[in-house]
């Protein structure tokens, strides 16, 4: 399943990035993408486990931003 999200108070484009690779280390996650300039977070992942999934991607996120929002 391929969802894109809005993603709200990332700071700099370095850190949308390391956002990014965070993302793509979580097993189930085929595509991450973060848009620092259209804050916006694109995500490809097993529809299984999406829900589940995106509990981790929160998580990694707010390890780098942690006021960090995806909705």
Do not use: S, W
Not at 4 to 10: K, P, T
Not at 33 to 51: C, G, H
């Amino acid at each position: 399943m391929k969802k894109v999200f809005a993603i709200e108070e990332i700071d700099c484009a370095n850190c949308a990035a390391k956002i990014e690779a965070a993302i793509q280390k979580i097993d189930g996650v085929t595509f991450a993408n973060v848009n620092f300039f259209a804050q916006k977070l694109t995500i490809e992942a097993d529809d299984a486990r999406f829900d589940a999934i995106m509990k981790q991607v929160l998580k990694a996120a707010r390890k780098v931003e942690p006021d960090c929002e995806i909705h």
